[in-house]
């Protein structure tokens, strides 16, 4: 559960979700993710740390160069728990789905019934 | 409802496409005997009192146990059998899009709060594709990442990853 809160807080500010979009096209260094971001240089090592420390991003230093990059794990942490959520609605359409045909056929034997009346 | 959790929302998408009438597709939303046919959930049916498809319009009605199993499962959650929802048609486009705001004021100890059902609808030669997005649950942290656009994002994220499977 603490899991789960820190990931939405982590992801809680526009600035950490602009990086984080950044990082989807790959691993990335900080001038590149800041340029890319459309975002100030000040802070940018602060949200980095932020998304490090939550687990949402990790760092991989190369001599002076740092390069960043998304880690799976705590995206999946938020998928699962919306899973049931997700599950409820597959239930949902599910059944939209089966009264979607029920109603198809009531209205091709209605429009059937009507057609031949009206030879 | 005082964990961590339960006081967050996420934003869910779902597409789904059906072989069917676009017709038939947009008046089981947006008309009383249509939305009763399936909104359920599971083991719920529904009784709508209002239901004016405009934008504005009021969507109201009850949510009733109908199994066995719920009924009993209700009584000793110490909840009653049925609960009135009150929403609303906040965006309607026909047979394109649609807008359900959802008024959550019957959860105990919860501030009341909106949740929204947004629909995207289009028609592709026989087929309908339907793009449901919705709210998981509510926090004001939540809503607040939604206002700034937040919309979608997990699910980009999703297909960025692949599930966990």
Redesign the interface.
Same mark, same amino acid.
Do not use: C, H
């Given at each position: 559960m603490l899991m789960q809160l820190d990931a939405f807080q982590a992801l809680a500010d526009p600035t950490r979700r602009r990086i984080v979009e950044t990082l989807l096209a790959g691993e990335q260094q900080v001038a590149d993710v800041v340029a890319k971001a459309g975002i100030h240089q000040s802070g940018v090592s602060r949200h980095l740390r932020i998304l490090h420390d939550s687990g949402f991003v990790s760092m991989r230093p190369d001599g002076q160069r740092r390069f960043y990059a998304l880690q799976p794990a705590p995206f999946r942490e938020l998928e699962g728990w919306l899973a049931p959520y997700r599950e409820l609605w597959e239930a949902r359409l599910d059944r939209f789905g089966a009264a979607l045909e029920e109603r198809g056929k009531q209205r091709l034997a209605k429009e059937a019934k009507e057609g031949k009346k009206r030879s | 409802m005082n964990?961590?959790?339960e006081a967050?929302r996420?934003t869910?998408v779902?597409e789904?496409s059906?072989r069917?009438?676009i017709g038939?597709?947009w008046?089981?939303w947006t008309t009383k005997d249509?939305f009763e046919?399936?909104?359920?959930?599971?083991g719920f049916r529904v009784e709508v009192s209002k239901l004016e498809a405009r934008v504005g319009g009021a969507l109201r009605y009850e949510m009733i146990a109908d199994s066995p199993e719920m009924i009993a499962a209700m009584k000793q959650m110490g909840s009653p059998a049925s609960h009135a929802v009150n929403s609303r048609f906040t965006e309607l486009e026909p047979r394109q899009r649609l807008v359900i705001t959802n008024l959550i004021d019957f959860i105990p100890g919860v501030t009341p709060y909106e949740n929204r059902v947004a629909v995207d609808f289009k028609v592709q030669g026989a087929q309908v594709r =339907?793009v449901?997005t919705?709210d998981?649950?509510h926090s004001d /942290? =939540?809503t607040?990442?939604q206002k700034?656009g937040?919309t979608s /994002?997990?699910t980009?994220?999703?297909k960025?990853?692949g599930?966990?499977a």
């Open positions: - | 964990t961590a959790a967050q996420g869910v779902i789904r059906y069917a009438n038939d597709v008046d089981l249509g046919s399936w909104w359920g959930p599971q =339907m449901v919705f998981a649950m /942290q =939540m607040q990442m700034e937040f /994002q997990l980009k994220l999703d960025r990853f599930s966990a």
